[in-house]
């Protein structure tokens, strides 16, 4: 999977991608991460990436040029599956999301700032709009370093073990039951006895059903 990131400050994003799972994702060539400095492409004598919102009010707002000339750039070297756009008034990312997104071939992410970007960017070239949560942050760029993340380690090859990403919680609509490993006993607190049974079938029983109710505790809307 190829996947390009517009930013005005891909430090941010290449510091959270360069590491453990999405590093060893990368130098297996399993995923190709692009950063592209908007800044770059603006073709205003100070390099300027914003300006002034029309109608007054607080907050400056990204420019179309070098946000677009970026984007027309790239599009015409090879076809997007999604052009996203990180924003807090976007559908708000979910397991099912990142499942579907994993399964795409080259991904564009823009990333906004300040108010946000001029509404046309958004109505000429954006196809998907992603928020991480109800919560507004700086800029985008957590937000796809979240995104990016979450869809990578779904690529196969990437995790060790084939099967964990899908007995991840969430997965399923479940969250994942509590994990254990040595010492079997800590100061008198013991792992259940059942997962030291090497009884496979009651030990899967047993995670569906703290599975279960751990969701049901937790997240209950899930259920
Ligand atoms: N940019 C600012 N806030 C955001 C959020 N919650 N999700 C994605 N991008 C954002």
Redesign the pocket.
């Known amino acids: 999977m190829r996947i390009d990131i517009l930013t005005i400050l891909p430090e941010l994003i290449e510091g959270a991608l360069n590491h453990s799972i999405m590093k060893r994702a990368q130098d297996k060539g399993i995923a190709k991460i692009h950063l592209h400095n908007i800044r770059d492409y603006s073709t205003h004598r100070q390099k300027s990436v914003d300006d002034y919102q029309y109608g007054g009010g607080a907050g400056m707002v990204m420019t179309i040029q070098p946000i677009a000339d970026c984007i027309e750039k790239l599009t015409l070297e090879r076809d997007y599956d999604e052009l996203i756009?990180?924003?807090?008034d976007?559908e708000?990312?979910n397991q099912t999301t990142c499942n579907m997104m994993s399964l795409n071939k080259n991904l564009l992410i823009l990333?906004?700032?300040y108010k946000?970007v001029d509404q046309r960017i958004r109505d000429l070239f954006i196809t998907k709009e992603?928020?991480?949560?109800?919560?507004?942050?700086?800029?985008?760029?957590?937000?796809?370093a979240?995104?990016v993340d979450s869809i990578v380690r779904l690529l196969p090859g990437v995790l060790n073990d084939e099967t964990s990403a899908l007995t991840d919680s969430f997965q399923d609509n479940l969250l994942a039951p509590p994990v254990y490993t040595r010492p079997a006993d800590y100061k008198g607190h013991k792992v259940p006895d059942v997962l030291l049974s090497g009884n496979q079938k009651l030990i899967e029983e047993w995670r569906m059903q703290k599975a279960i109710e751990t969701t049901k505790q937790k997240r209950p809307d899930l259920l």
Do not use: K
């Open positions: 756009y990180m924003t807090p976007g708000v990312l990333c906004g700032h946000g992603i928020s991480i949560g109800s919560y507004v942050l700086s800029g985008g760029e957590l937000g796809a979240v995104l």
